[in-house]
C-alpha cells in the first residue's frame, strides 16, 4: 500500500507539472487567465484582474 | 477595450496605435505566455472576468452588451508583479517548471543584466526538455532581446533562430512562433511585410503635428521585404570585385563576421536569409574617409541568389565602430547537398587600433545552410 501511494503521488505530481507546463486554457464560459503582464505605457503590472467590474472587448493583436 | 500584444519589440506597437489613434490599455505578451496560436482575437469578458464569447462576431457583441451584469467577483484587483525572490528560491530546486517561470520573470520584469541568468535557466530548461516548444520560444525572445541590447553577444541572433526554429518543429501549428522567424526570414517565406508601415506611419503622425513614439531598434532588412514568389537572379554581367583574390586577407583580426541563417519555415527549406554581421575587433575600426565596402556572393551550382554584390555603406564620421548588417537570399536548387554552403568575401577600409594605419582588406566567408 504505501509503495502504491508513493507512486500514485508521484504521477500526480508529474501530470500536475505538466498540466502547469501548458499555456492556460481560453474556454468560453470560464474565466479569462489572470496573467500579468507589464504594460506597454509605463511597463507596470496590469491584468484582467485590474478590468472586473466592466464589461471588458480584449483583443489580443500584434502591429505586424 | 483593453489588448494584449504579441511582439518581440513592443515600442512598435506603441508606434502602430499613435498611427491609427488609438488609445486603450495595453499588455505586453512578448512570451507568447497566453499560448495563442493565432492573431487577432477577440475575447468578450464580463463583469466577473468569465470569457462570454471566444473570436467574437457581430451578434456575440450585441447579446454582450445586452447582457445583465455578472455577479461574484466583480470588483476588480489591482495586479501585481511575481516575488521575484521567492520565483529565486522555487528556481534552485531545480525543476524545468520552476526555472521557466523564473527566467520568464526575469525577462519580463528585472532589469536588462538579468537576462544573462534568464537565458542561462531557459538554456538549462530545453536541455532538461528538449520536447519543450515554449521553452525554445522563450529562449528565443530572451536571445534576441539581448542581442538588441548593448549587452548583445556575437552569437545571440543565431541562436534565437535555432530556437525558434527548434520551438516550431515541436509544434508547427504554432502561428505565433512561425511569424516570429519569418520576420527575419526569406521573402519566399513571408506571408506579408512585417514592418513596411513604420515609414508612413512617421510621416502622417508627423503631418499631424505629433512627435511619433521613439523605437529602441529600427525594423530593417527582412523587416521592411515584401514577400516574394521567387527569387530574382542576380545579373550575370555582375562581375567579382577581386576575381584574381589579389587583396591581402584580414583573417578576422580586424573585424570579425557572424553569418546568422534564417530558413524558411515551411516544408520547402530551399530558401535562405543569410545575414551577415561585421564588427570591429579591439583591434580595428572602421575608415569610412575611402568608399563604401563591397560583398561578394559565390553560391553553390545550382543555387539562385538575389544578390551576388552588395555594397556595405559606411558611417557619416570618419572612423566608427558599429556593426554593420548585410542581407541576401538564396535558394538552393532541388538536389542540393546537405548541408550546403554559400561562400564569397567582404571588401573593407579598416584602420588598426594600435598605430592608425589604414588598410583595404578582404575577407573570405563560407556560411553553412542547413544540418
Known amino acids: ?64 | 477595450m483593453v489588448g494584449i500584444i504579441q511582439e518581440q519589440h513592443p515600442d512598435r506597437c506603441r508606434l502602430f496605435m499613435q498611427w491609427k489613434g488609438m488609445d486603450f490599455p495595453i499588455m505586453v505578451d512578448s512570451l507568447d505566455q497566453l499560448g495563442v496560436s493565432a492573431v487577432p482575437l477577440v475575447y468578450l469578458i464580463d463583469e466577473a472576468g468569465v470569457v462570454r464569447a471566444a473570436r467574437a462576431r457581430r451578434s456575440d457583441y450585441e447579446a454582450f452588451m445586452a447582457a445583465d451584469p455578472a455577479t461574484g467577483g466583480a470588483e476588480p484587483q489591482a495586479a501585481a508583479a511575481p516575488d521575484l525572490d521567492a520565483l529565486s528560491r522555487w528556481a534552485d530546486a531545480g525543476t524545468p517548471e520552476a526555472m521557466l517561470r523564473y527566467a520568464d520573470a526575469l525577462v519580463m520584469w528585472s532589469e536588462r543584466g538579468d537576462l544573462d541568468r534568464a537565458i542561462d535557466l531557459y538554456g538549462r530548461v530545453v536541455k532538461a526538455r528538449p520536447d519543450w516548444g515554449a521553452a525554445h520560444f522563450h529562449l528565443g525572445v530572451a536571445l534576441r532581446r539581448r542581442f538588441d541590447s548593448q549587452n548583445r553577444r556575437a552569437d545571440d541572433f543565431a541562436r534565437a533562430i535555432a530556437a525558434w526554429d527548434r520551438a516550431l518543429s515541436i509544434d508547427p501549428n504554432q502561428y505565433i512562433w512561425r511569424r516570429r522567424i519569418q520576420q527575419f526570414g526569406p521573402r519566399l517565406d513571408k506571408p506579408y511585410p512585417f514592418y513596411d508601415w513604420v515609414g508612413s506611419a512617421r510621416e502622417q503622425i508627423t503631418a499631424r503635428g505629433q512627435v511619433p513614439a521613439p523605437i529602441a531598434v529600427e525594423p530593417r532588412g527582412a523587416e521592411l521585404t515584401h514577400p516574394a514568389r521567387s527569387i530574382a537572379q542576380s545579373p550575370d554581367s555582375v562581375q567579382p570585385p577581386d576575381p584574381d583574390a589579389r587583396i591581402d586577407r584580414d583573417s578576422g583580426e580586424l573585424i570579425r563576421i557572424d553569418p546568422v541563417t534564417v530558413p524558411a519555415t515551411g516544408r520547402d527549406r530551399r530558401a535562405w536569409r543569410v545575414h551577415l554581421l561585421l564588427t570591429p575587433t579591439a583591434h580595428g575600426h572602421w575608415n569610412n574617409e575611402v568608399g563604401p565596402g563591397q560583398i561578394w556572393i559565390d553560391p553553390p551550382q545550382g543555387a539562385v541568389v538575389d544578390r551576388r554584390l552588395i555594397e556595405l555603406p559606411g558611417a557619416a564620421e570618419a572612423v566608427s565602430r558599429e556593426v554593420r548588417e548585410a542581407e541576401f537570399e538564396i535558394r538552393l536548387p532541388d538536389a542540393a547537398d546537405k548541408p550546403a554552403r554559400v561562400n564569397g568575401y567582404v571588401l573593407y577600409y579598416v584602420c588598426e587600433e594600435a598605430d592608425g594605419t589604414c588598410l583595404y582588406r578582404r575577407q573570405d566567408f563560407s556560411v553553412r545552410l542547413g544540418e
Do not use: C, N, Y
Not at chain 1, 496573467?35 to 484582467?48: A, C, E, Q, R, W
Not at chain 1, 485590474?50 to 489580443?60: I, P, R, Y
Open chain 1, 1 to 64: 500500500m504505501p509503495r502504491l501511494f508513493l507512486t500514485a503521488l508521484a504521477v500526480l505530481a508529474t501530470i500536475a507539472v505538466a498540466v502547469r507546463a501548458q499555456p492556460p486554457a481560453i474556454r468560453v464560459g470560464e474565466a479569462f487567465p489572470a496573467l500579468v503582464f507589464p504594460s506597454l505605457d509605463d511597463g507596470k503590472p496590469m491584468s484582467i484582474t485590474d478590468f472586473h467590474g466592466s464589461k471588458t472587448v480584449l483583443v489580443v493583436f500584434a502591429s505586424w
